[in-house]
């Protein structure tokens, strides 16, 4: 089972709720995301940008690991966890591999 | 996060949209304008780089660009003089799939040409133009320009690769004024199909002598008209002050007595197609008011000659910074105008700049005013 946390503003796009049980297996961090997105589409352009990408100064993390520090969108999931949003302090790191952020955006 | 306040407008009333780097404000008076109620802060946190008052077809709407850093750009509205605000589920400006860009940050909305009344355009960083025919309904990139040949070559300025102004000559439907720092004026003439770079005679003071006046890629600050003489134009360079008489096709320097040609702010008066007021800064690195004083410029005689504008402005150790939205007129008479600061300060003149006043002094970095009269 995998659950993704949101906090703040973005349980504006949530009908509050913080804690999203995704209905679906994704095998990667961009196919949670795309499932999250058809639960809440509100969340997708604030997360990412219409080309896919990881906004510069938003976090993903898989438990306590930062996907900036693996794959990007494309870090494999394992079959239970908990995918967690923030925004990042100051501005997070703009040194993103541009190819390995794009999730689908349909 | 603070408590926004609201206000109300009547008939008659004067707005000012100010955009701030932390959110937007509303301030209302009644015609005299001798008194402003402030509405705000609208999005605290958000910076707020274009507003629009919208009262074509029976709207009385208020358009606000906020952009996060953390979760970008968008349109928002509000029927209500601030009260409510939209937060759309999707983004509607934004580059289609078959483009390799994103939008970083909404820069300027404007309106369309007389009669297009559902007609908005935005323009973005990375330079681009968006246009909705339907009120925001429903967005599209002008692909005309997103297709110039010269874009590639545009450079980003100190502000970011920007399209920061979008201008319609109300006497041609087709026409279209847009200008990008850095990359320059262009224009259309036919709807925005094509493009035509239009800087002949604007210096780039950043390029070698012998290429300082390049058919195009000019840091192009602003460019104003005045809808009863819309083949003049005046332009606000990136060092350099100009006037065109033949609708951008060459430009003349009127910096005629400025303190300095270097600038961002450049307002028309809204009442006299002959007056324009500018705000002069000390640059290429400073960016202040000259010599710590706050003046600002007014010409009556289309650049001619220039008065320096200083009655109730700090005289002393007044280190200002005005950016290319920061100014804005209003249409009453005697004419109301307008500027905000990067140090937080809102000054206003209800006589076309005879005198001035403060009317806010504590306001977060100002990077956005506009003005309003409700019908």
Known sequence: MITVNVAGFLTDFTNGQNRIVLDSTPATVGQALNSLWQQHVGLRDRVVNERGQLRPHVNIFINDENVRHKEMLDTQLPDTCEITILPAVSGGSELVNRKSCIVNRK | ?375
């Open chain 2, 1 to 375: 996060m603070p408590e926004a306040k609201h206000v109300d407008a009547a008939s008659g009333d004067v707005l000012l949209l100010v955009g701030t780097m932390k959110g937007a404000f509303i301030l209302r008076s009644e015609s005299a304008r001798a008194t402003w109620d402030v509405g705000g802060p609208y999005f605290p946190g958000r910076a707020i780089y274009a507003m629009a008052y919208d009262d074509r077809n029976g709207r009385k709407r208020l358009w606000a660009a906020v952009n996060s850093s953390f979760w970008g750009s968008y349109l928002s509205s509000s029927d209500d003089y601030g009260k409510t605000w939209t937060e759309p589920e999707t983004y509607g400006v934004k580059f289609p799939e078959d483009t390799d860009s994103s939008v970083k940050q909404i820069w300027q909305i404007a309106q369309g040409h007389p009669g297009e009344q559902d007609t908005l355009y935005c323009g973005v960083e990375p330079a681009a133009l968006f246009k909705s025919t339907d009120a925001d309904a429903s967005w599209s990139l002008v692909k005309g320009l997103y297709d110039h040949p010269h874009r590639p070559q545009w450079m980003p300025g100190g502000g970011g690769l920007c399209l920061h102004t979008i201008l319609p000559d109300p006497s041609n439907p087709k026409r279209l004024f847009i200008a990008i720092s850095t990359g320059g004026v262009y224009r259309t003439d036919d709807g925005g199909e094509n493009w035509q770079p239009r800087n002949k005679g604007v210096r780039a003071q950043f390029l070698p002598p012998e290429q300082r006046f390049p058919e195009w890629g000019q840091c192009v600050h602003k460019i104003v008209s005045h809808p009863a003489n819309p083949e003049r134009l005046f332009l606000q360079n990136h060092w350099g002050l100009y006037r065109s008489d033949d609708g951008g096709d060459s430009w003349n320097d009127v910096a005629n007595g400025v303190p300095s040609d270097f600038g961002f702010a450049l307002e028309v008066d809204p009442n006299d197609a002959n007056s324009v007021f500018i705000i002069p800064m000390e640059s290429d690195e400073f960016r202040c008011t000259p010599e710590g004083k706050m003046r600002v410029y007014r010409t009556r005689n289309e650049g001619q000659s220039w008065e320096a504008l200083t009655n109730g402005l700090p005289q002393e150790n007044a280190l200002e910074t005005v950016l290319r939205d920061g100014m804005s007129a209003d249409t009453l008479k005697p004419t109301g105008i307008y500027f905000g600061t990067r140090n937080g300060k809102l000054f206003g003149s209800r006589d076309g700049g005879d005198s001035w006043g403060a009317i806010q002094e504590s306001l977060p970095p100002v990077v956005c005013v506009k003005t309003a009269v409700v019908q």
